[in-house]
């Protein structure tokens, strides 16, 4: 009866202590996830290939949620430490180095695991092109059927204004049975146009239409009315020049050429400044010759 | 010879009376095996661990099918493999160690219908075990994908290729344990489960050696240890990938081949043991 009092007690002291010891070592102690959060991966993906025998399936889901949730502590941190809000376009401040050797591991350890290709298509760009053209380019050779790793890779191309490339891979993925039409049509346009506006238009539209992500919609939101902006800044420019041309000076305020801006389709305000697509009016820069976006826009300048 | 092996005690007439001794063995073995602790135990931690994975698919981005497939069939795989390596090695020796052996060989039973019937008892344990953790696991994807599902009828020919290796590996064990201690049994049908994963590896090396005997060898070695390559069908039915019948077919018909072997050399192996 005492020993088994004595056991007990033991119990229920301990484990409060073990817990009380444990708190006090994460307070006092460096955090290991975030100590080796950037460091490169010990081995290659072949070599972890062979070592997880029949478990690599579980290995990729390992490093796959490994890397979601990399850049996950990352996008906290930056938030934690700066103001406003982080989108895709700026992720390059996040310096996510060890991502790459994440998403080629997973997909090494599984090549017919999509969701990395997409995710490494969607964020890689910014960080490191080459590397996101490797990794779609192996996730084509491991899944030549999967007409959206040609989508992808296409939209990488022609971000970096690489139009023929981008049209050879549209044009790669439209031989793909059952694949959408405008997918050919797509190459057909990026060998024609050379990027233009109505392409980018069309490739973010159909971005949108492709992807459940929310994040991915926001984006397309994003560059969308960013083109239209894009095209208004040069009706607006226009419109200075003509100006500038007739009068010998530049605009002083928009109430002067409120009228043509009107006619060239422009949306104005009561005090005739034009808007942009977020209702924000633009600014006036270089003494009224130019025009650039308010910088309370929250439109993308790039 | 002191003891009879099973080809000589199985006359053509008393095939039955020999097909009912061995099911008397494999249902004692089966009964004792439920009544280890260590199973059930096994069985209730994967089933947490499919419940596990519901929570771990909340943290990975729309792929919790793909996950829960991936982690509940590699679960089945090693709890199995557990199973198989350490009951497997411990169904003879345990009977020595208790001296139970003496009795049962004492009665007109071979040691060949002896181990068949221990070996298809363990059979039978891991058959039930692994029927369970699939169940657990199509449960979790039903749930998961809040109702039907096709990959819950299509993670089952992958189970079965599971548990014909975990037969094959139920076999190794024994023939090791036919001649060695438990401890030294389980680390080689360990390290038989490990190359037998590394098949690709030991053909590669054969055709790559320079010189010939050395090519042989690994020939050798690839053609006499077990291909659990075979059966690696995890990671494509995670993708909705059903095993190919002919594949399946074949893995069926070589992991008998193999079992028979196994079997055979095992009963030579303890046929020609000195109990005294």
New interface residues.
Partial sequence: MKRNFFLVLVIVVGLPAAALLTHWNEQHSRDPQVQFADEQLYLNGPAMK?IT??????A??WY??RS??YVGRKMVAYEDTHTGNLDLNSLSYLDLRVLPSLLRMTTTL?P??L?PYY?GALILPTLNPDEAISLLNQGIAANPREWRLYQHLGYIYWQRGDYNKASDVYAAGAKIPGVPPWMMAMSARMKAEGGASQSAREMYTHLAESS?DPTVKQMVKTQLMRLDSLAEREKIRRVLLDYTHGRGHCVTSWREISAPLFAAGLRIDASGEPLDPTNVPYHLIKNGCDVDLDEHSALPRQ | MDYPNLAESVKPATYIVAGRRVFAIARNAFREAVRDRVLYNLVVFVLLLIAGAIFLGEISAGQEAKIIVDLGLSAILLFGVFIAIFVGVGLVYKEIERRTLYAILSKPIGRGEFLLGKYLGLCLTLLVNVAIMGLGLSLALIYVQRGWDPLVVRIWPVIFLIYIELAILTGVAMLFSAFSSPALSALLAFFVFVIGHFSADLKTLATSMGTAPSRWVFAGLYYLLPNFANYNAITAAAHGQVADGRAMLAGAGYGLAYIGVLLAATTLIFSRRNLK
Wanted: proline letters at 0%; zero cysteines.
């Fill in positions: 062979r025998l029949a478990f690599n399936g579980v990729a889901d796959w949620i979601l949730q599984d017919q695991f969701e995710y459940e």
